[in-house]
C-alpha cells in the first residue's frame, strides 16, 4: 500500500511530463527542448510553476504573467496518471512480498500506461498517434513477452495481428476518414498488449464509448457530422477497461449469451 500510494504521487509527476511530451512528439520537437514555457506568452515557467496539481490550483487555472487560462490537460494529465499508476500497482501487486518478476512486471505495466496516456493527450490536442510513441511501446511488448511472459507470445501476437487487420479493412473500406493509420498500428500494440480476449473488450468499448460521445457532441453541437473525431482517446480508455476487466467482462458475456 505504501508503494502504491508512492506511485500515485510519482504519477503526478509523471502525468505533467508526459502531457509536455504529447504536446513535442507531434510538432516534432525534441524532448529536451529546454524549460516548460507558457504558450500564449512564451515566458519561461519557474520550478514553482510547474508543481503537479498545485500550481493549477494556487494559479485558478491561468498563467502567472499573461493571465490566459491553462489548458485543462495539465491537471487531468497529473491526476488522471497517478490514479491509473495506483490502479496498476494494486493490480499487479497482490501480496507484501515482492518478487523479482512482480517489480518487472510492474515497471512494465507503468511503461506501458505512461505510453497509453501520452497516446490519448497527443491525439485528443493535436490528432496525431506519434510513432515516436507507438514503436518504442511495440518493441518493449515484443521483448516482455518475449523474456518474462513467453507462453503468452504467440497468442498475443495473433491478438495484435487480427486487431491491425480489422482496423486496416476499415480505414480502406472507410477510405480513412475518421480513422487513420496511426489507428492501425495502435491497434496492433493494443492485440499485443492485452492478448485474447481482453483485446476484444478493449475494442469493442472504445468503438461503443466512441459512438456514443460523438453522438453526445453532434447533438450538442459541439462537433458536426463532418468534423473528425479523434478515435485514438476512445481506444486508450478501452485498453485500460480491457486490461483491469476484461477477463471479468468476458466472462459476463458469455454468461449472457447463454454459453
Ligand atoms: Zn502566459
Not at 500497482?89 to 505512461?114: C, E, W
Not at 486490461?243 to 458475456?253: A, H, I, M, S, V
Request: charged letters at 15%; one cysteine or more; hydrophobic letters at 55%.
Amino acid at each position: 500500500m505504501l508503494l502504491s500510494l508512492f506511485l500515485l504521487f510519482l504519477g503526478l509527476f509523471v502525468g505533467s511530463f508526459l502531457n509536455v511530451l504529447s504536446d513535442r512528439f507531434p510538432r516534432n520537437e525534441t524532448v529536451v527542448k529546454g524549460r516548460s514555457h507558457c504558450e500564449y506568452c512564451k515566458k519561461e515557467l519557474q520550478w514553482y510553476d510547474l508543481i503537479p496539481l498545485f500550481s493549477f490550483i494556487f494559479l485558478k487555472g491561468k498563467c502567472r504573467y499573461c493571465h490566459k487560462k491553462l489548458s485543462f490537460s495539465y491537471p487531468l494529465s497529473e491526476l488522471g496518471t497517478g490514479l491509473i499508476f495506483f490502479i496498476t500497482s494494486l493490480f499487479v501487486l497482490n501480496g507484501p512480498i515482492y518478487t523479482y518478476d512482480i517489480v518487472i512486471k510492474l515497471i512494465f505495466y507503468l511503461f506501458m500506461a505512461s505510453s497509453l496516456i501520452a497516446i490519448f493527450f497527443a491525439d485528443l490536442k493535436h490528432g496525431v498517434i506519434p510513432d515516436k510513441i507507438i514503436f518504442p511501446a511495440i518493441l518493449i511488448n515484443l521483448l516482455y513477452l518475449l523474456l518474462f511472459n513467453n507462453h503468452f507470445l504467440i497468442q498475443n501476437l495473433l491478438s495484435g495481428l487480427g486487431a491491425l487487420l480489422f482496423f486496416l479493412l476499415l480505414v480502406l473500406v472507410t477510405r480513412g476518414r475518421g480513422m487513420g493509420l496511426g489507428d492501425v498500428k495502435f491497434s496492433f500494440l493494443i492485440g499485443l498488449f492485452l492478448g485474447f480476449p481482453g483485446v476484444l473488450i478493449g475494442l469493442y468499448l472504445a468503438f461503443l464509448t466512441g459512438a456514443l460521445i460523438s453522438i453526445i457532441l453532434i447533438l450538442w453541437r459541439k462537433k458536426f457530422l463532418k468534423d473528425s473525431i479523434p478515435f485514438g482517446p476512445f481506444l486508450v480508455l478501452g485498453t485500460f477497461i480491457g486490461l483491469y476487466f476484461g477477463n471479468l467482462l468476458y466472462e459476463k458475456l458469455l454468461l449472457l449469451m447463454g454459453f
